[in-house]
């Protein structure tokens, strides 16, 4: 199992960017897929969930109506779109699915909001 995030970097308050996550190694499409980030001197927290079909999805509170997760069942790529970004969204964003009872992570990608 591989997860290779991509699309983080700098963006000023209220800007915006996608976050991709290609994964390989395991039948993607049968699998939940989520996004998580650290920020510094904090505990890594759930962002965003979506299910393998894509018909289901789950938000952290402090992301709702900002966030927008999808995913690509043909490219194996799960994305984030960020917009409305807040200083505190500043943190390393990570790729996370459960196969076979085992969480597998990628290497994840910074996003730092800042003016």
């Known amino acids: 199992v591989q997860l290779v995030e991509s699309g983080g970097g700098l963006v000023q308050p209220g800007g915006s960017l996608r976050l991709s996550c290609r994964a390989s190694?395991?039948?993607?499409?049968?699998?939940?897929m989520s996004w998580y980030r650290q920020a510094p001197g904090k505990e890594r927290e759930l962002v965003a969930g979506?299910?393998?079909?894509?018909?289901?999805?789950n938000y952290a509170d402090s992301v709702k109506g900002r966030f927008t997760i999808s995913r690509d069942n043909f490219r194996n790529t799960v994305y984030l779109q960020m917009n409305s970004l807040k200083p505190e969204d500043t943190a390393v964003y990570y790729c996370?699915?459960?196969?076979?009872?085992?969480?597998?992570w990628g290497q994840g990608t910074q996003v730092t909001v800042s003016s």
């Open positions: 979506i299910t393998g079909d894509g018909g289901s999805t």
């Open positions: 190694g395991f039948p993607f499409s049968r699998y939940y």
């Open positions: 996370n699915t459960p196969y076979f009872g085992r969480n597998y």
